[in-house]
């Protein structure tokens, strides 16, 4: 499964990300710190990536794009990944697809979380708030002030990628304003609708083996009435009982094995009718 998480900031995407992981095994790459991992492993993008940073620059697309290929590549990265913020342009995302096409690789889907700009606005303000009066220090980029900002440059430039996708039908809209269960169990749903999500090998074997055991079960249930009915039909009614409690005796033992040959295998039938000619 190879996702893609659109959305703006404050949207949930870090969110459902975490919970896509946890429930399909895949992996959750993010660019900062799939950056940050490159610069501390030393690997040949990540030195060149850490030159740009240190310089106060911006890492060109090339060094990201090279850094997720070398990512994807890692062992735990092969039942699938979900990307989280990014691609953030329509270059990127170009770039992305040509990267996953070199490497015989399909994107599944690609999901936006659409949110209303002036909740979220809202939202930031009341956490905002409640942290100042408790008294708790508040991060400089999670005020309203630079939510502001960054909601301008995500309609600037990664807006656009709706539509990107949306012509290769890719794209799969869920309204992030929805509770975070409510969105996750909508998330799921179309995964599966798509037939992108599978139930994790450790279900289906636990499903399994309760249908292995449901089915030991019924067989021996089954095998009770044809084993009572076997001892009813050995004629094991006393000698001096009278007529009459003798033929109710030998009317429930037939009664039994009629049962019995109905309900049990036709191997235990056949023995049933072979004991009753002898008799």
Do not use: W
């Given at each position: ?6 959305g ?32 501390a ?65 399909k ?30 220090e ?26 990107y ?18 969105v ?37 249930v ?9 001892k ?5 009614t ?42």
């Amino acid at each position: 499964m190879r996702l893609i998480l659109l959305g703006p900031p404050g949207s949930g995407k870090g969110t459902q990300a975490q919970r896509l992981v946890q429930r399909y095994g895949i992996v959750q790459l993010s660019t900062g710190e799939m950056l940050r991992a490159a610069v501390a492993a030393g690997t040949p993008v990540g030195l060149q990536a850490r030159d740009i940073m240190a310089a106060g620059g911006l890492v060109p697309d090339e060094i990201v794009v090279g850094i997720i290929s070398d990512r994807i590549e890692q062992p735990d990265a092969k039942s699938g990944f979900v990307l989280d913020g990014f691609p953030r342009t329509v270059p990127q995302a170009e770039a992305l697809d040509e990267l996953l096409k070199k490497k015989h690789l399909k994107l599944d889907a690609v999901i936006e979380l659409r949110v209303n700009e002036s909740a979220l606005l809202e939202r930031v303000e009341t956490r905002v708030a409640q942290m100042r009066a408790r008294g708790e220090e508040v991060r400089v980029d999670d005020t309203p002030e630079v939510l502001t900002k960054r909601l301008a440059s995500y309609r600037a430039q990664t807006e656009p990628l709706i539509h990107y996708y949306s012509e290769r039908r890719k794209l799969l809209t869920v309204d992030g304003m929805m509770t975070i269960e409510e969105v996750t169990r909508e998330i799921n749903r179309i995964l599966h609708a798509i037939g992108a999500a599978e139930a994790k090998p450790a279900k289906k074997a636990g499903s399994a083996k309760r249908n292995a055991g449901a089915r030991k079960t019924t067989k021996k249930v089954a095998a009770r009435p044809a084993k009572s009915a076997a001892k009813a039909a050995k004629g094991r009614t006393p000698a001096k009982k009278s007529p009459k409690a003798a033929r109710r005796a030998v009317k429930r033992a037939s009664e039994a094995s009629r049962k019995a040959a109905k309900k049990a295998p036709r191997k235990v039938a056949k023995k049933l009718t072979k004991k009753r000619a002898k008799g």
